[in-house]
């Protein structure tokens, strides 16, 4: 049997490779940690692909972005140097549509853009047949003209897919689902799967039943709150707006839908003035929405049925919308769906208001993740998922877990935190003084690039305001600043140096890589807990009722993966060197999961690494 893996193996890549062996071979999950730059996605995909082959098994690839298929694609194509394989990849309606592209104001929801692709397919075959029609899909008319004679093999990116789809106009999204039925790898979007309306449809194209299908899950460290989400509601007051304004278009006089328009539009006013009031940024509403209702003359009864007839009338409405070559688009339906869900919830959601919405937050991430128990097995992967046995339990499966140490030189890593410096309750002046001062000591002390990472944007502000005096070229990640921008400046700091001030949690510290002498340093200020929120204490409380300790599964294990993946910017490969420096003595709580030492100065001791 050939033996994927395509490189010659580094240290540690046999250890993983051995221990997902045995997952596959008694049929268990497998969740396991390892630094960035081992290799994990090789170390996973060579074994399960071997192990498929052999027991004439599937294996499915999830990522959160569409970017880290590319990853798995890249490595998939080094094996087949090996021996052929048919592999896809797979993205969503919405990124795959040809017709949206030319037409940019069909672009939607992941439903409208379903509704609308449905019903433009529908008028295609009809035009086909030889009636006549207007606002078809020339795409999909070509995919049926065309499909006998596609014959894809080997390894096809959904881009691939898609440039293929542009050069030939044919349909790529149909394409995608045709050629998946032949493939033996699919590498997909997680919301393919947790997604119970785009599950119910991948299960119609994917190749393998669940049963004998190897899953994988890439970055897994996402994957509780991307279930939580997937399972969460929202509703804007600017839809309830939209949704008055639809009715006197379209002429919709039902009087039942008008009194409970106005009654939840009159609800959204109140709670937003009181939100003001008490300076609120978000609340918990419980069943206010509910009791308010009642007061106004609409029972539990009188709303599901109300919400019954604004979903049916905007269904009338999308359509003539849709005859009329605009998104088929209700806000009357929106409602009427959100109202059916918002009313059927348990103590797993929590009601909350924030400015101008409406929001009903999933506190269960098992609820999506209980399709995982369908799979031969699954494997989940990623750099930064400690405390291993919160992952297990928040998804609600059995595992093997498992931390893998990093492969490169301990002498390459230092970890040190600073005494009397902390970020706790609130950053006082003075204290914001004293580390911005320890900051720019730093900075101007030695000179490597460095990456200073701060626990909010709002503190990154006050910094900036200060001005420090560091005599160095300084980049700045801001709020809401887009892609194309931050991605300048962070070639511009690769290539002429400098200090780098950005947040954690945000795009420098999650998602770039800083190879070599790219960054050397990273200054973290402040333990990054996530911000206080209603959402957050009810996640917190909800941990306590369920498992114990809601502060560690919520907060402390947040801070921890936020921390390990703004320091594993540092090392990426075995000749990296880097330090980092931890701006708090809370740090020393967390020497458990991340390896450090306490130092008193912190510029002699980041002198003396680099010596």
């Known amino acids: 049997m050939v033996d994927f893996f395509p490189y010659k193996p580094r240290k540690g890549q046999k250890e993983i490779i051995q221990e997902i062996e045995k997952a596959l071979q008694s049929k268990q999950n497998f969740v396991f940690e390892a630094p960035a730059g081992t290799g994990k996605t090789v170390c996973a995909l060579a074994p399960s692909l071997k192990y498929a082959i052999e027991n ?20 998939l194509r080094k094996m087949a140097e090996k021996e052929e394989m048919n592999v896809v990849g797979v993205q969503g309606r919405a990124n795959m549509c040809l017709l949206i592209e030319n037409i940019p104001s069909l672009r939607g929801s992941n439903e409208e853009i379903t509704r609308l692709c449905s019903s433009r397919k529908k008028k295609s075959m009809e035009y086909l047949r030889g009636k006549k029609h207007i606002n078809r899909c020339i795409f999909y008319e070509n995919f049926i003209l065309n499909k006998d004679k596609l014959d894809f093999r080997g390894i096809i990116s959904a881009e691939e897919m898609m440039e293929y789809g542009r050069k030939h106009k044919i349909c790529a999204y149909e394409m995608n689902k045709l050629y998946m039925k032949k493939a033996r790898i699919v590498i997909a979007p997680y919301i393919y799967l947790f997604d119970e309306f785009l599950r119910e449809k991948f299960i119609t194209w994917f190749p393998y039943p669940f049963e004998k299908t ?39 006089r039902s009087e039942d839908i008008v009194h409970l328009i106005e009654t939840l539009l009159k609800i959204f006013e109140e709670i937003d003035e009181e939100m003001e009031r008490k300076k609120l940024e978000d609340m918990f509403i419980g069943s206010r929405l ?20 604004m979903i049916s009338y905007g269904e009338i409405i999308s359509d003539l919308k849709e005859s009329q070559n605009i998104l088929p688009r209700s806000f009357l339906r929106s409602i009427g769906n959100f109202f059916q869900k918002w009313y059927s919830f348990d103590e797993r959601w929590v009601k909350i208001a924030e400015k101008g919405r409406m929001e009903g937050y999933c506190l269960d991430a098992s609820i999506a993740t209980s399709i995982l128990k369908e799979f031969y097995c699954s494997i989940h992967m990623s750099g930064t998922l400690e405390p291993l046995n919160e992952y297990i339990k928040s998804i609600g499966i059995e595992a093997i877990t498992k931390k893998f140490p990093s492969p490169f030189p301990k002498e390459n890593r230092r970890v040190v935190y600073v005494k009397n410096l902390t970020t706790k309750y609130y950053m006082n002046d003075e204290m914001l003084e004293r580390i911005g001062n320890e900051v720019a000591k730093i900075c101007n002390g030695i000179d490597r690039n460095i990456l200073v990472f701060f626990p909010s944007y709002n503190i990154l502000e006050r910094f900036l305001e200060k001005k420090f005096e560091i005599e160095r070229s300084i980049y700045v990640e801001r709020k809401n600043e887009k892609q194309e921008k931050l991605m300048k400046d962070i070639e511009k700091f690769r290539k002429n140096g400098g200090v780098f001030l950005s947040v954690i949690g945000g795009r420098v510290s999650e998602g770039i890589d800083f190879p070599s002498e790219q960054a050397e340093i ?82 002699e001791e980041v002198r003396k690494f680099f010596r």
């Open 290 to 309: 509910e009791e308010e209702m009642e007061e106004n003359g609409i029972g539990k009864r009188d709303v599901e049925m109300v919400a019954e007839k």
């Open 214 to 252: 190897i899953l994988i899950v890439d970055e897994a460290h996402n994957l509780p709150e991307f279930a939580r989400e997937v399972n969460s509601i929202s509703l804007s007051i600017n839809t309830v707006k939209n949704a008055i304004k639809e009715m006197e278009e379209y002429n919709v």
């Open 522 to 603: 990273v200054i973290i200020v402040g333990i990054p807990y996530p911000p206080p929120s209603a959402r957050l204490l009810a996640l917190q409380k909800y941990y306590d009722s369920k498992l114990g300790n809601g502060w560690k599964y919520v907060v402390e294990a947040k801070a921890i993966r936020r921390m390990t993946q703004a320091i594993g910017r540092l090392i990426r490969s075995e000749s990296d060197k880097g330090m980092a420096v931890i701006l708090d003595e809370r740090a020393s709580r967390f020497r458990k999961y991340i390896g450090m030492e306490e130092c008193k100065n912190a510029l």
């Open 56 to 75: 004439d098994l599937a294996i499915l690839y999830i990522t959160r972005t569409n970017s880290q298929q590319q990853q798995a694609i890249r490595e």
